[in-house]
């Protein structure tokens, strides 16, 4: 639809200004990924959940 | 009341749309044995009927498509034979039509490909995917018919009267293929052979794992958001069943790669290729869980260059139906040559071509 911008795009718009918070995220799921349980990496998903709210919210 | 819902919309549920004159089939399931259900069938057509609904976007997808359907083609060129009646089963927009209708990448010369065809019958159950290239300049370059299927599971065509069925990146979403494929080898003239590509196996795994994992550690669980998919094993006993010869059973990896996990996902449901398994989750993924899947994909399969691989695993599949004039595979102790003698004999010759016991 033309001049209407689809909720995943704004979501990977902001999602592409966290690289960094993102990739230290992925960094702590990836060092024993055979043993993943739920909020193993709460504190980085955190950090990387802020800075992607402050770049969705300054569009 | 009057409940006036979305069902408006969904065609009726395939058993009660078919005619029961139609319906008499030769290909049945084993009496008893219960249909497994993996896959929704009519979620499956509203996917591919929104996605086409946009045939902008629908267009700018169809990579993958023309790829696998220009591969198929060339495998049905191998075949040295002129093929009067071909149907192409889950033609989606007919991209093996559109492929047929260029020249083959080994003999540029040689005009399209199409020449080797007679008559191409595409059947597809999506109605707007099916015809949304119909006004395309290529569907007066072969001799083109259009069909569409009440459901993608039914072959509503007479025994003996294809002498070739293509199908491409349809069958993996079938969710009685033993039964799909003993319909074609009905359909199939004999000593026909049949053409198949479906994706399987391995594809997509980077996108499963990834969201496996953010699921894991966001939400405690797993819920599916891709489909159970075929093995290269599995084909070869699957078309053995239906009943088809001479197998040709292979493999091939085609690796795209994306900007970023929502590209993917975005192209995937453009194509109408999204998830329609029958105990999926309902509503989109959650929000954490996407941000949290980009992360993880990245880390794990991403490229050095930033992009991140996404794995389409095709397997090809050509099986032919049995007749009495094919070559067969000649009776136990007619052999009047030792195999044995002819290789020890290569061997001291060091390798050489023909060996020192030839006829």
């Given at each position: ?18 690289t960094?918070?993102g990739?230290?995220?992925?960094k ?5 990924y055979?043993?993943?349980h739920k909020?193993k ?8 959940k802020?800075?992607y ?7 | ?5 979305i ?5 009726p549920?395939?058993r009660?749309s ?9 290909a049945?399931?084993?009496p ?11 979620h ?7 996605a ?6 629908s267009?700018s997808?169809?990579y993958?498509r ?12 191998d075949?040295?034979?002129?093929f ?7 033609a989606?927009?007919c991209?093996i039509?559109?492929?047929?209708t260029?020249p083959s990448a080994?003999?540029?010369d040689?005009?399209?490909r ?7 019958l ?8 099916l015809y949304?290239?119909?006004d395309l300049?290529?569907?007066?370059a ?13 072959l ?11 199908s491409s990146?349809?069958?993996h979403?079938?969710?009685?293929l ?6 074609i080898?009905?359909?199939?003239k004999?000593d ?38 075929a ?10 069943r239906?009943g ?6 292979d493999?091939d ?7 970023d996990?929502f ?9 109408g290729?999204a998830?329609?398994?029958l105990?999926?989750e309902?509503?989109?993924?959650q929000?954490?869980?996407?941000l949290?899947?980009e992360?993880i994909?990245?880390a ?5 260059d ?6 389409f ?5 050509i099986g032919?139906k049995?007749?009495?004039?094919q ?10 040559f030792s ?10 010759e060091?390798g ?5 016991g030839?006829?």
């Amino acid at each position: 639809m033309p001049g209407r911008t689809r909720p995943i795009d704004k979501l990977a718009a902001a999602a592409a200004k966290c690289t960094k918070e993102g990739s230290v995220y992925g960094k702590c799921i990836m060092a024993d990924y055979n043993n993943v349980h739920k909020d193993k990496c709460i504190t980085e998903f955190l950090k990387l959940k802020e800075c992607y709210l402050t770049a969705y919210k300054k569009r | 009341m009057n409940t006036y819902t979305i069902r408006a919309f969904i065609p009726p549920l395939p058993r009660r749309s078919i005619p029961l004159r139609a319906a008499r089939r030769y290909a049945v399931q084993t009496p008893g044995a219960p249909t497994m259900e993996i896959f929704s069938s009519q979620h499956k057509w509203l996917q591919k009927e929104r996605a086409a609904a946009n045939a902008d976007a629908s267009r700018s997808v169809d990579y993958l498509r023309d790829e696998v359907a220009s591969r198929l083609c060339e495998r049905l060129l191998d075949i040295n034979r002129h093929f009067p009646q071909v149907l192409d089963l889950g033609a989606n927009a007919c991209h093996i039509g559109r492929m047929l209708t260029q020249p083959s990448a080994d003999q540029p010369d040689a005009g399209p490909r199409s020449n080797r065809i007679g008559h191409l019958l595409a059947a597809e159950s999506s109605e707007t995917l099916l015809y949304r290239d119909a006004d395309l300049p290529f569907n007066a370059a072969l001799n083109l018919t259009r069909a569409v299927l009440p459901t993608s599971e039914t072959l509503p065509y007479a025994p003996n009267s294809f002498d070739a069925v293509l199908s491409s990146l349809s069958l993996h979403w079938i969710n009685d293929l033993p039964s799909v494929l003993a319909q074609i080898n009905a359909i199939l003239k004999p000593d026909a052979p049949f053409f198949g590509v479906m994706l399987g196996g391995d594809t997509l795994f980077e996108l499963r794992t990834s969201l496996q994992l953010a699921e894991q550690d966001r939400r405690g669980g797993v819920a599916t958001h891709t489909s159970p998919l075929a093995d290269v094993r599995d084909v070869g006993g699957l078309l053995q069943r239906a009943g088809f010869t001479l197998l040709t059973v292979d493999v091939d990896d085609i690796v795209v790669d994306y900007p970023d996990a929502f590209a993917l996902m975005k192209d995937l449901q453009a194509m109408g290729e999204a998830n329609a398994v029958l105990g999926r989750e309902k509503g989109p993924i959650q929000r954490d869980v996407l941000l949290a899947g980009e992360s993880i994909y990245r880390a794990l399969h991403g490229n050095e260059d930033g992009s991140l691989p996404a794995t389409f695993r095709l397997i090809f599949m050509i099986g032919w139906k049995p007749s009495p004039k094919q070559a067969k595979p000649l009776e136990r102790g007619t052999g009047m040559f030792s195999i044995k003698d002819y290789l020890e004999g290569t061997k001291k010759e060091g390798g050489g071509g023909e060996g020192s016991g030839g006829r």
